[in-house]
């Protein structure tokens, strides 16, 4: 199947200028993108953007780009733009009919791209999914219809120094819920040591954060001031109010909370998986434990990862090619090797068995892959930027005592409704 490109271009110009406000990018200009896959059914060149500058053509994941065009009969041009740079590149290129072959993209990113028409559907390049996780192949779903195939998984679990919860004469396996986490945290307070630290900074970083405690209480997107919703702020601003987490977490980032939990003075930091080598490097006697939601077991955490996508082309007959090299990208041999570079947990069971066969520390984060959820999912898409706004402005309010969880999260919910009618 092909598909509808009259229709799909006319989508563009006007989602375009939407997207780049809905997503803060940087103003949405004129200028012609490099690496455009622009070509006849018979040209061999193909074009991949991804957003992984760090690695450079010695790295593995550029010889794999490069190995994968060869199986596929195809030479490939590779362009890395940075992560926030890349989707700005990619509306403009859509507009101008100069899309590459194949786009790695972040996947909160794929709804914009989907509803801006500039993506094809695995229905329409007939690629099969079924082997990949539901619930991370639900990231890059809109409408009932997929587009593209996740490379892994990366998200977020609780970091704990083993040391600190030793002198405050605490079992690790006690902690199991928010009262038993609260309650480790008062002990490891009382034993003269600090709690918790995480980012909790206005920003979409800080949404990340604070998902798997909004999402562990049970509360939903739609509706964000609900008692659910409420529990998890208040959650969070008792711990302040107590001592148990710094006041810096206003401020922190993701890395400048790791650089708090590194001193090896905090009991817990929340981070993710690209923290497992610089924890290895530290000194600490660490561990790692899902996020507990509210009454038990882990809580939903947000998926981060890309998606390799096929942006449609003017040329339907270059779609072969690039669905070979989006296969060969995401098989299960080479995302072994893959997500072992990019420190993420494979997108399929099969690999991620081998993975955890390797190394035994990936086990608490396959389980908190298992229960992650994407930002975009519940057919949220281009919706989620503008409940993600109201809510980080929400907690960073109640956090700083200026409105109450409760007025933080009626203000949250009044924005979110008026943004995404």
């Known amino acids: 199947m092909t598909p509808s490109l009259g ?34 059914a018979g040209s061999h060149q193909f074009t991949v953007w991804d957003p992984y ?9 550029a010889k794999l780009v490069q190995k994968c065009g060869t199986d596929a009969g ?32 972040d996947n909160p990113v794929v709804s914009t791209l989907a509803e801006a028409g ?4 695995t229905e329409e390049t007939e690629t099969d999914t079924s082997s990949i996780m539901p619930n991370l192949l639900a990231a890059g779903t809109q409408g009932g219809k997929t587009y593209g195939l996740p490379i ?18 605490l079992d690790i396996a006690s902690v199991r819920d928010w009262a038993s986490l609260t309650a480790a945290l008062a002990k490891v307070k009382a034993a003269g040591k600090k709690g918790i630290t995480f980012s909790a900074i206005g920003t979409e ?14 509360a939903e997107l739609t509706e964000l001031d609900s008692p659910q919703a409420i529990s998890a702020v208040s959650l969070w601003t008792d711990w302040l109010k107590k001592g148990y987490a710094p006041n810096s977490v206003i401020n922190n980032t993701q890395t400048t909370s790791w650089q708090e939990f590194a001193t090896g003075d905090y009991a817990f930091a929340e981070n993710g998986t690209w923290q497992l080598g610089k924890v290895k490097k530290s000194g600490l006697d660490w561990g790692v434990i899902p996020i507990p939601a509210r009454n038990g077991g882990p809580a939903p955490a947000p998926t981060g990862g890309e998606f390799v996508t096929i942006p449609v082309q003017k040329d339907t007959g270059r779609y072969p090619n690039s669905v070979k090299i989006m ?5 299960a041999d080479n995302t072994l090797t893959t997500n072992t570079t990019l420190s993420y947990i494979a997108a399929t069971t099969a690999v991620q068995h081998k993975q955890v066969a390797a190394n035994t520390d990936l086990k608490v984060w396959v389980d908190a892959v298992k229960a992650a959820k994407g930002r975009t999912s ?9 409940i993600s706004e109201p809510l980080w402005g929400a907690f960073q309010a109640a956090l700083s005592g200026s409105k109450s969880p409760q007025e933080a999260l009626t203000a949250a919910q009044r924005a979110a409704a008026a943004a995404t009618k």
């Open 53 to 61: 500058p760090q690695f450079d053509a010695t790295s593995d994941w």
């Open 74 to 105: 195809a030479t490939v041009k590779r362009t890395a733009f940075d992560t926030t740079d890349i989707t700005n590149k990619a509306l403009l290129a859509g507009q101008q009919g100069n899309s590459p072959d194949v786009f790695v993209v």
């Open 205 to 218: 970083e800080g949404s990340f954060q604070f998902l798997p405690w909004f999402w562990g209480s049970g």
């Open 7 to 40: 229709r799909k271009r006319r989508a563009v110009a006007v989602v375009a200028g939407a997207a780049c406000t809905a997503l803060g990018l940087a103003a949405c200009g004129g200028g012609s993108p490099t690496g455009g896959g622009s070509g006849s």
């Open 378 to 386: 519940d057919d949220l898409g281009t919706k989620y930027p503008k």
């Open 327 to 331: 296969s060969c990208l995401t098989s």
């Open 118 to 121: 500039l993506l094809t559907t």
């Open 152 to 169: 892994g998984a990366n998200t977020l679990a609780l970091y704990y120094n083993k040391k600190v919860l030793a002198a405050a004469g």
